[in-house]
């Protein structure tokens, strides 16, 4: 079983139950939409707050004593963080958190009491975020391409945002959400990024103004553009050249009779992944807001859909070796995470993850592998790792992001609980 497989089983197996508390969610806390047996809230695992101000291998050996592993902990510290460093880089710019990257309800709460909005995707991610007590006039419905049915829900609901790329998509939303706000999803280069979304969203630049005179002719409120420069974006020129279609756009729609109210900038945005990594938000920051003040009259509001970047710094996760090999002359060891599980962004978000462990001995030529009877379950073929031995831990860092939201249940092996402390 390869990929393609793999890729089957994500489109195919859901971690959502379908209706809100029917996984038996704890008596008191909102309902979910999500398996918590996985995503675990706050007031069922309980966690100290205190052992997350003790050093990083006490940590370590604490959390593992309470949870045992594979475990996802993301920091709430950090969430905060991340947050308010974004909010004080681009000041101009609202943050809608895109809640695809790790729909963990503590985390999505954490940006809600902050005073976050959020991107959703799907009827699902809707009803998700109303769970937690998200108001609707704080969500976006930014897949351009919409199931009727969540169209409808999502206007009964009181959502009345959403995105577009064509004109079919137009007829569908002025049938199933009529009068709904809409924005433009522009096709924008993604040259240096790791995902590029281009290929399948976004319209040419010639379109964009055509279609929102559609909209507006359809009873829908055209409010701007909106375009995304593909995910962990390293390169500042794909944004400079976004910034500068938009502009144009700008002034033609507003030389058609159709004035832009906002310019949504989407995500992309990077985090280092590796200590060795060089560019963050923080490189491109400055620029970025010399070029948005430069670009747009400061009644147009600027909008922007980061995940990674708010919830990727925040997420450890702690495995332990379940097993070990000489293979090939190389140390073999097989963790109770892998790629069906929490290291899922390996195949889907092309991520790589920097694998860290407690013993500080010399290193050797080793490989990592899951868990499951899947040889496509490798982690990685060439690790620099000391000596382990059969419940060593190996740790990584900054995977609070596309990682256990893809995460399977493949060969009855449970993907790592998550918890926010």
Do not use: W
Request: proline residues 5%.
């Amino acid at each position: 079983m390869g990929h393609s497989r793999l890729a089957g089983l994500k489109n195919g197996t859901s971690r959502q139950t379908g209706s809100a508390g029917s996984n038996g969610a704890a008596k008191g806390s909102a309902p979910s939409l999500l398996n918590e047996r996985q995503f675990v809230l706050a007031g069922v695992h309980k966690t100290p707050a205190s052992i997350m101000k003790m050093n990083l291998p006490k940590r370590i050996n604490a959390l593992v004593k309470l949870h045992g592993t594979p475990l996802m902990v993301i920091d709430r510290r950090v969430l905060e963080q991340e947050y308010k460093r974004f909010a004080r880089l681009l000041p101009r710019v609202k943050l809608y958190y895109a809640i695809k990257a790790n729909p963990h309800p503590d985390v999505i709460k954490t940006f809600r009491d902050l005073g976050g909005c959020f991107d959703v995707a799907s009827e699902g991610e809707i009803r998700h975020c109303l769970a937690q007590g998200i108001k609707p006039n704080r969500i976006i419905f930014a897949n351009t391409i919409k199931r009727p049915e969540a169209l409808e829900y999502a206007s009964k609901a009181g959502v009345d945002f959403v995105t577009f790329d064509n004109e079919p998509e137009l007829y569908k939303i002025a049938k199933h959400a009529p009068g709904c706000r809409v924005l433009a999803r522009l096709k924008v280069g993604n040259l240096g990024s790791i995902v590029e979304l281009s290929l399948k969203f976004g319209a040419d630049e010639e379109q964009m103004v055509p279609m929102l005179a559609k909209a507006k002719a359809l009873g829908l409120r055209p409010e701007g553009i909106s375009f995304h420069v593909g995910s962990q974006c390293t390169n500042m020129e794909s944004y400079q050249r976004a910034f500068e279609q938009a502009s144009r756009l700008v002034r033609e729609a507003k030389e058609r009779g159709l004035p832009i109210k906002m310019v949504d900038i989407g995500g992309g945005f990077p985090i280092r992944h590796f200590r060795s990594d060089t560019v963050g938000v923080e490189t491109m920051a400055g620029q970025m807001r010399r070029e948005l003040d430069r670009l747009f009259d400061k009644e147009i509001e600027i909008i922007a859909e980061p995940g990674r970047a708010l919830v990727g710094p925040a997420g450890m996760l702690i495995t332990r070796v379940v097993g070990r090999s000489i293979r090939n002359n190389k140390n073999y060891y097989y963790l109770d995470d892998g790629v069906y599980g929490d290291f899922s962004g390996i195949v889907f978000d092309h991520c790589k993850y920097e694998f860290r462990t407690l013993v500080t001995t010399q290193k050797y030529a080793s490989i990592l592998a899951g868990p499951t009877c899947d040889s496509f379950d490798t982690i990685s073929l060439s690790e620099e790792m000391p000596e382990l031995d059969v419940g060593s831990v190996v740790y990584v860092p900054n995977i609070g992001a596309y990682s256990c939201a893809s995460a399977l249940h493949f060969n009855g092996i449970p993907p790592a609980k998550v918890i926010v402390v």
